[in-house]
């Protein structure tokens, strides 16, 4: 689907500036230590009314648990890519309750949706319109900044990161779509 293209070109172009990066799907979550500090990027597609992508719904529901700490990623810098289509009411919704709730546990944003964009494209996550050929207007725009920012972060880090997952890289990448297997 289109959330894990995106994911995985996000991947490859954090890769390519000497970044390490892990792609990971939604559905895999278990498998990460969420208390290790890290940069995660999330890309997430809205399926049916505004629902998350079978394959998210499992995190979904654990990351909505009220009974999480509200440090509970304070280690994490994360930034949302939601992909929708503005036909439907809710537009976009599973990444924007993601963003929403990353921070309120703890997690703190490193990127932001595009600047001086009108209604429902700009906040704080990136949101991009496969409707009106937005993912391209949106996800490259947002992916440049994300790279930049990426860069500096590493360049500034006088440590290394913490492994983003078992197999190590710097920076995680989550994405899930409608009907996509996990991510290797």
């Not at 597609?45 to 990351?63: E, L, M, N, V, Y």
């Not at 809710?90 to 009108?118: H, I």
């Not at 993912?135 to 930049?148: A, K, N, S, Y």
């Not at 290394?160 to 990448?173: E, H, K, L, S, Y």
Request: net charge negative; proline share 7%; hydrophobic share 40%.
């Amino acid at each position: 689907g289109n959330a894990e293209a995106v994911a995985g070109q996000i991947k490859d172009k954090i890769a390519g500036v000497g970044v390490g990066a892990s792609l990971v799907n939604m559905s895999d979550f278990d498998k990460i230590d969420v208390a290790l500090e890290r940069v995660v990027v999330a890309v997430v597609s809205t399926t049916g009314q505004g629902d998350p992508p079978d394959g998210a719904a499992k995190f979904f529901r654990h990351i909505k648990k009220r009974a999480n700490p509200a440090d509970m990623l304070q280690g994490w810098r994360y930034g949302v890519l939601a992909l929708g289509d503005t036909n439907y009411d809710q537009f976009c919704k599973p990444g924007k309750v993601l963003d929403k709730r990353l921070a309120e546990l703890g997690a703190k944003r490193l990127v932001t949706g595009p600047e001086n964009v009108a209604g429902e494209y700009g906040g704080p996550c990136g949101a991009a319109d496969d409707a009106e050929g937005g993912l391209v207007e949106t996800v490259e725009p947002w992916t440049l900044h994300l790279i930049d920012v990426v860069k500096k972060l590493s360049a500034s880090s006088s440590a290394p990161a913490a492994p983003a997952t078992p197999a190590g890289g710097d920076v995680a990448m989550a994405g899930a779509g409608a009907d996509e297997p996990p991510m290797a």
